[in-house]
T-cell receptor
């Protein structure tokens, strides 16, 4: 049963530390999305890639966030330096035929 | 104005009730429409796609009105297991991304 895999599932870190979240999309899916979910803002699109090329990262704070897709099996989202307001659940999703499949998310807490 | 808006909820209904969720979107160039379901502390999952002609899947009926830029989801004979947050999703202009509404939480009560 193919699924999107995200690691780590949970991360607690101190303010100022670097955080890297990883995502393995479903094999054959050519579009990968990063979302952030908080109670206040709901699901926000941060960035997405098609065929590994970044298409839109306008939803992402550029000064501290970066998203990359070094190969077809790995997408990364990095925050440096992290801040308490970055605490949220970060979801990766991959797309086939206009249906987005989500990973289980990384629950990030920055203290 | 947010690109996708939904009823604020929460909706608390008894088992067996019929409940309807509404959603509006602002981008008239949007091409595809969906309802996703998200259980507490879980990831969103596709419930159903929404087609112009309307579509039904068991107790669930989705409708789209492009002229009014409005999408609806009707759940008949609601079950306890229907309790979740329902997310309206619009595939953006160019069909390249998925924009999620804020979601409407449903609690079905025994």
């Amino acid at each position: 049963d193919a699924r999107v895999t995200q690691t780590p599932r949970h991360k607690v870190t101190e303010m100022g530390q670097e955080v890297t979240m990883r995502c393995q999309p479903i094999l054959g899916h050519n579009t990968v999305f990063w979302y952030r979910q908080t109670m206040m803002q709901g699901l926000e699109l941060l960035a997405y890639f098609r065929n590994r090329a970044p298409l839109d990262d306008s939803g992402m704070p550029k000064d501290r966030f970066s998203a990359e897709m070094p190969d077809a099996t790995l997408a990364t989202l990095k925050i440096q330096p992290s801040e308490p307001r970055d605490s949220a659940v970060y979801f990766c999703a991959s797309d086939r035929d206009a249906e987005a499949f989500f990973g289980q998310g990384t629950r990030l807490t920055v203290v | 104005r947010k690109e996708v808006e939904q009823d604020p909820g929460p909706f608390n209904v008894p088992e067996g009730a019929t409940v309807a969720f509404n959603c509006t979107y602002s981008n008239s160039a949007s091409q595809s429409f969906f309802w996703y379901r998200q259980d507490c502390r879980k990831e969103p999952k596709l419930l159903m796609s929404v087609y112009s002609s309307g579509n039904e899947d068991g107790r669930f009926t989705a409708q789209l009105n492009r002229a009014s830029q409005y999408i609806s989801l009707l759940i008949r004979d609601s079950k306890l297991s229907d309790s979740a947050t329902y997310l309206c999703v619009v595939n953006g202009a160019g069909g390249q991304n998925f924009v999620f509404g804020p979601g409407t939480r449903l609690s079905v009560l025994p």
